[in-house]
């Protein structure tokens, strides 16, 4: 029965001891089908003689924004200047209004707390993607 060099690393719900150091811990190399596993702190992952992360290619680079996204938080960020811009003005005025401060006041007030609907996000959640590794042959020779 032969196994393919590909593990993912996922976290079991109990700890087990490491299978290099024997300190307790709950992550875990295990095949796409859990037919074969192994019990690793994380430490030895980073272990360029243990294991190798393999990069996935399919998966886009995590830093990558869209344009759509970035045009709609810069609206957004414009749409809460402007906001402010307009209150400032409305304070500079009820300075200058002294007899009308408190009326001012009170309908700026019932303005500023009406709720902005938020706009919903129709993005789709990320699937969970498990780190993959491929274990070395000869983790004991040097």
Known sequence: MSFTNVYY?????TAKSCYVCYRPTPTVLATINTVDFIYVCPGHLSDTNFASRIADADAPAKSSVSAEEIAKIKQEWEDKQKKK???????????EDGKDKK?????SKEASKSPTPAPAASTKPAAPAHERYSLHRDFYAS
Do not use: F
């Open 9 to 13: 690393k996922r976290t079991a719900g």
């Open 85 to 95: 811009q307009e209150k400032g003005k409305e304070d500079g005025k009820e300075k």
């Open 103 to 107: 009326s001012d006041a009170g309908s």
